[in-house]
């Protein structure tokens, strides 16, 4: 059984470009969610996300960055004109059937910003 | 803001005692409680989950309680190994601006020592 899969594990980025996430979730599961860490502390929520809906992006900030999910394929987390601050560690978490139920975590992307 | 919060973000503890990690919330209206353990470098590992139907719940070796009087939950390992040093985090399942969703305590480190 194939866990939470996210790609790449690691991505260094200059000032100015785009990252892009990926994250594949457990066979089965159809809702995802994308948290951000910083060293040191826990996980901070970002977006919540169903195939081809956005459910809950209270988390996201307003500019650069942004979800998706599509009917095929896996989530994408987009953070164009990336700067420094942007430096962390990205997970993506799924779940069977929504809120209430439990996250499996992938193993993240770390992200960082030169 | 944040509800959860750890009274000790650091623990050593000996190799073969028990370890108690704390945890308080102050959202009365949540009803589903997850410890997660992060090792260096990975993504967070479920450990145990409690709903708030229950004040305690026992796995393998770990056990979690939740006294929804005081807001507290507690995840109990026995008979600690190398193997558990790690942060554990406690996550809550909360209202935050409208919305249902998992909220991440600070985490408390775990040291075992030989």
């Known amino acids: 059984n194939a866990g939470v899969m996210q790609n790449p594990r690691h991505l260094v980025r200059r000032r100015g470009q785009e990252a892009r996430l990926r994250c594949s979730p457990m066979?089965?599961?159809?809702?995802v969610y994308w948290y951000r860490q910083l060293p040191e502390e826990g996980l901070k929520f970002m977006v919540y996300?169903?195939?081809?809906?956005?459910?809950?992006e209270s988390g996201m900030p307003k500019e650069r960055f942004s979800a998706e999910f599509p009917k095929e394929g896996p989530s994408i987390l987009r953070i164009q004109q990336v700067v420094r601050g942007d430096s962390a560690a990205y997970f993506c978490?799924?779940?069977?059937?929504?809120?209430?139920?439990?996250?499996?975590f992938g193993p993240g992307t770390r992200l960082l910003v030169l | 803001g944040e509800s959860v919060g750890l009274h000790l973000p650091t623990l050593s503890v000996q190799e073969g005692d028990n370890s108690i990690i704390n945890c308080a919330y102050s959202?009365?209206?949540?009803?589903?409680f997850i410890w997660y353990k992060q090792e260096s470098g990975k993504g967070p590992q479920f450990i145990i989950d409690?709903?708030?139907?229950?004040d305690k719940r026992q796995g393998q070796r770990v056990t979690v309680l939740l006294n929804k009087t005081v807001k507290h939950l507690s995840l109990q390992i026995a008979a600690t190994q190398p193997g558990d040093s790690a942060v554990y985090f406690c996550?809550?399942?909360?209202?935050?601006?409208?919305?249902?969703?998992?909220?991440f305590g600070q985490g408390t480190r775990l040291t075992i020592n030989p």
């Open positions: 978490a799924s779940s069977p059937s929504g809120l209430g139920e439990t996250q499996y």
């Open positions: 959202n009365s209206a949540s009803d589903y």
């Open positions: 996300l169903q195939k081809e809906n956005i459910i809950d």
């Open positions: 409690i709903r708030s139907n229950m």
């Open positions: 066979k089965g599961h159809s809702h």
């Open positions: 996550a809550e399942m909360g209202i935050i601006q409208g919305a249902q969703k998992l909220v």
